[in-house]
């Protein structure tokens, strides 16, 4: 059986944003940025691991441009590779 949130869109799910206010019509380059460091310490956990996309609520390209951002931002000791 069919959850409620699959009843009424019609059985599609519903499209995951976290970030939908960033971006736009005619906007290039990441949605999120490694020089946030504030912004990507939200999305790892104590242990400096990349939270899961459930947890964190992100679709899958803001996934993408997260993990790729925190990758950029460890390279460059902004953030740690391991947890304190």
């Not at 869109?9 to 970030?19: C, H, I, N, V, Y």
């Not at 290039?28 to 996309?53: C, H, N, Q």
């Amino acid at each position: 059986m069919a959850n409620d949130s699959q009843k009424k869109s019609g059985g599609r799910r519903q499209e995951k944003r976290r970030f939908a206010d960033r971006g736009g019509e005619g906007w290039k380059g990441p949605i999120i940025d490694y020089k946030e460091v504030e912004l990507l310490r939200k999305f790892m956990t104590a242990s400096s691991k990349t939270m899961s996309r459930k947890r964190a609520g992100t679709s899958a390209r803001e996934q993408r441009d997260l993990r790729r951002a925190i990758k950029r931002a460890r390279f460059l000791a902004l953030l740690p590779y391991t947890g304190t």
